[in-house]
């Protein structure tokens, strides 16, 4: 089945303590991308990767890190993350952009409580 | 920038009627737009995607347009049902960077 994972969906964690949020895709895309959603803003995105080791900022990237090594995986990386960071996470992939045919597919979400 | 607007942020509607909801985008230069669906707490469901080059796309009950010389797009669902009750997002592909930008929903609600 065509998907996009995310582990863990649910994360309670304390101010300063580095976590990941892991987010694996079975499609070949070559798109991923990172959003998070809070309510009254709506979907954000954070970080977006092209390709294997092509990485870029999205509209929120500040306190947040990506990698990409493998085509399947785009794991988001919290150094020391803050309250602010308390949000609905969901990760994202689709065909690489330049084509109109690049339907984006989401993972379930997770969320994370920073106290 | 390219910023997207729903407008009405919420809509109430008695079951069985037809209705529209509003996207809007402000630079026309799009690879393409994309319809979801959001139900509360959960993730997000595609529902149509029209490429910058269509006018239309269907399925099922539902129907999206686009005219990107005016920048909207508009998803219009038939004979509305208490499960189409949920949050309905769109989000454009700007060919100008690789960014992709969601409007922030319109929450609707059908009356049974």
């Known amino acids: 089945e065509a998907q996009v994972t995310q582990n863990p969906r649910y994360l309670i964690t304390v101010t300063g303590k580095k976590l990941t949020v892991t987010c694996s895709q079975n499609?070949?895309?070559?798109?991923m991308s990172w959003y998070r959603q809070d309510p009254g803003l709506g979907l954000r995105q954070i970080y977006y990767?092209?390709?294997?080791?092509?990485?870029d900022k999205g509209d929120v990237p500040e306190g947040y890190k990506v990698s990409r090594k493998e085509k399947r995986n785009f794991p988001l990386i919290l150094e020391s993350p803050s309250p602010n960071q308390t949000s609905l996470y969901f990760c994202a992939s689709s065909l690489a952009s330049g084509t109109g045919h690049n339907e984006q597919f989401f993972g379930p979400g997770t969320r994370l409580t920073v106290l | 920038k390219q910023e997207v607007t729903q407008i009405p942020a919420a809509l109430s509607v008695p079951e069985g009627e037809n209705l529209v909801l509003n996207c809007s985008f402000t630079d026309s230069a799009i690879y393409n737009l994309q319809w979801f669906r959001q139900d509360p707490g959960k993730g997000l469901t595609s529902l149509l995607l029209i490429q910058s080059s269509q006018r239309e796309q269907t399925s099922g009950r539902l129907n999206a347009s686009l005219d990107k010389s005016s920048g909207r797009s508009t998803l219009y669902i038939a004979a509305s049902q208490p499960g189409d009750s949920a949050t309905y997002l769109c989000a454009v592909r700007p060919i100008r960077d690789d960014k992709i930008i969601f409007g922030k929903g319109t929450r609707l609600h059908i009356l049974p």
């Open positions: 990767s092209m390709n294997v080791e092509v990485t």
């Open positions: 499609m070949n895309h070559e798109y």
